[in-house]
């Protein structure tokens, strides 16, 4: 008998609801596994039969029957491997979140999640009933121990599979991207290595899903905690690793990745929340509005690393108030990415619908309505643009000033999906400068200048709004943070800034409620991950 349990870890991408597709991935995968790696056993990610999250799709009458079905086919058409997968399982009214090992036609054990995480993006006890039992099986003669995300992240789950003769931890996920996510996962395996000494094979899933992102770097760690392996960031492949019955160890592995800077995190994870939005809602590319300044030229470049630049389509919709620079840099911008760039005017469009309004309001001379009209008309633009092409409109707004409502409804808010949802202006400069290191595309003029709608004569961003490098922290104490106006000015801001802010992020709820979706990088990312009421009576004093 072989000294050693060799384990293929199948860091895939999957898309939710794609039973079928993702049946064949892993059917793949393991064959991949079994007659190139000699693997014994290959894990899957969590629900990875599915998709994760499924959300209210598990109710769908035809999903269990989809589920058992596949369930089956992979039971036919694999032997020879251990296969761990993640699936929903049902009993009576019940459904669970569960782990199957299949071997040779067979479902040798079914493990049911602890712990279901209900916070943040996760409401998983709205689906799934809580497992109690461990799931401790013999693989090769290995005492493995099953566990499935949540579960790790506190003590006693592992304690409890420990004890009930667990010699391997493996743990499956669908643990979402945000900053500095790998590095608290590493830190939480450490502490369960060092309450239990017991080895960790960690395996998660990668690409976008709606508003997540999840990374991959799947891992595992020693039962000293050393690190055996580290899978790359958001790239799909199957790694090995392999475990030493004389040792009760893992080994080290040959594939150990180094974590990713932050910047080229940060923007990986944007990049891949564009790429899988698009192409599995089967969009033939995508279309924005391109103004010459930093938070289109950002999403322009992310939008061409994601989808080649044959499938983005950029307009420059100019009026009285836009600036040649602005003209110039959009065109420099387009020409070193290699996109298509129309120019349509809005100026004919803008005097007709003002002129057209003058009976029911007066004229007094240039406002926010003005401004406004603007900016919905270069919508309307490019939403007819996204339906005669079949690309989807991307916005270009930002954190900060989705936060603040510096931003117009059917305006510079329509579209698709909003790349930059959850980047705050001050990221967006370091991302452009950190895509600038990659090649120099962006114009660095539209790095330098001052922020600006240019909705009005010399407007700039900070005649309605705190400088940048003011409002961000602000912004991240109370959205992400949850501090309140009086632990915020204790940092040393001036009291009535935060109240300013802190009113305009409350008042602008009803903007944020009707925005597209986009990627969440962060703690708490509007959306699904931060819900307050549009109608409310709260107001901080």
């Not at 279901?116 to 006890?125: A, I, M, Q, R, S």
């Not at 899933?205 to 891992?219: A, N, P, Y």
């Not at 279309?287 to 690393?305: K, N, Q």
């Not at 602008?508 to 819900?531: H, L, M, S, W």
Request: glycine content about 8%; hydrophobic content about 40%.
């Amino acid at each position: 008998m072989k000294g050693t349990l060799d384990i293929s870890l199948a860091q895939c991408n999957f898309l939710v609801g794609d039973i079928e597709g993702n049946t064949q991935k892993i059917i793949e995968s393991a064959e991949y596994a079994r007659d190139h790696l000699r693997a014994d056993l290959i894990v899957f990610s969590e629900l990875s039969l599915t998709g994760y999250p499924l959300e209210d799709l598990l109710f769908h009458p035809a999903i269990m029957s989809a589920v058992s079905q596949s369930l089956e086919n992979i039971k036919r058409e694999l032997n020879g491997i251990h296969i761990l997968l993640g699936a929903p399982t049902r009993e009576g009214e019940h459904f669970f979140n569960s782990a199957l090992l299949i071997r040779d036609s067979e479902i040798v054990a079914v493990y049911h999640k602890q712990n279901l995480p209900n916070y943040e993006v996760f409401d998983e006890k709205r689906y799934f009933q809580a497992g109690n039992d461990t799931g401790v099986v013999i693989i090769n003669g290995v005492k493995a121990g099953i566990t499935i995300c949540e579960d790790i992240w506190s003590a006693n789950p592992i304690r409890k599979t420990v004890d009930a003769g667990a010699e391997l931890i493996i743990n499956i996920n669908a643990s979402p991207y945000r900053v500095g996510k790998t590095a608290q996962r590493m830190e939480v395996l450490k502490a369960r290595i060092e309450e239990q000494k017991v080895p960790i094979v960690y395996v998660n899933q990668v690409g976008g899903q709606d508003e997540l992102v999840f990374d991959g770097e799947s891992f595992c760690m020693g039962r000293q905690g050393n690190l055996c392996m580290l899978a790359p960031a958001f790239e799909s492949g199957i790694f090995t690793v392999q475990y030493s019955k004389t040792r009760s160890d893992l080994l080290e592995s040959s594939c150990l990745h180094t974590p990713l800077p932050e910047s080229a995190s940060i923007y990986q994870a944007l990049q891949l929340g564009v790429r899988d939005y698009v192409l599995k809602n089967r969009f033939d590319g995508v279309v924005l509005g391109l103004s010459g300044g930093i938070d289109s030229a950002l999403t322009l470049a992310l939008a061409v690393d994601a989808l080649g630049a044959d499938r983005v389509h950029a307009v420059m919709m100019p009026f009285r108030y836009t600036s040649d620079m602005s003209i110039e840099d959009a065109a420099k911008l387009a020409s070193q990415l290699g996109v298509k760039l129309d120019e349509v005017p809005i100026e004919d469009a803008f005097t007709v619908i003002t002129d057209s309004l003058l009976p029911v309001i007066s004229h007094s001379g240039q406002s926010v309505t003005e401004e406004n009209i603007q900016s919905r008309i270069r919508g309307l633009y490019l939403m007819a643009l996204s339906n005669k092409t079949g690309k989807i409109l991307l916005t270009t707004g930002n954190k900060s000033e989705m936060s603040v409502g510096y931003a117009t409804l059917y305006g510079d808010m329509a579209g698709g999906f909003a790349p930059l949802k959850d980047v705050s202006k001050l990221l967006v400069y370091e991302l452009a400068r950190y895509r600038n290191r990659i090649s120099k595309v962006i114009p660095e003029r539209v790095l330098t200048r001052e922020p600006s709608a240019e909705l009005a004569p010399d407007q700039i961003d900070q005649d309605s709004l705190p400088p940048y490098d003011m409002l961000d922290p602000i912004l991240e104490q109370f959205v992400e943070q949850d501090l309140t106006v009086d632990q915020i000015v204790a940092k040393g801001f001036e009291r009535s800034v935060v109240e300013q802010v802190v009113e305009m992020v409350i008042r602008n709820e009803y903007k944020r409620r009707q925005a597209p979706p986009g990627v969440k990088i962060t703690c708490r990312a509007f959306g699904k991950d931060r819900r307050y009421p549009i109608t409310s009576g709260f107001l901080e004093n």
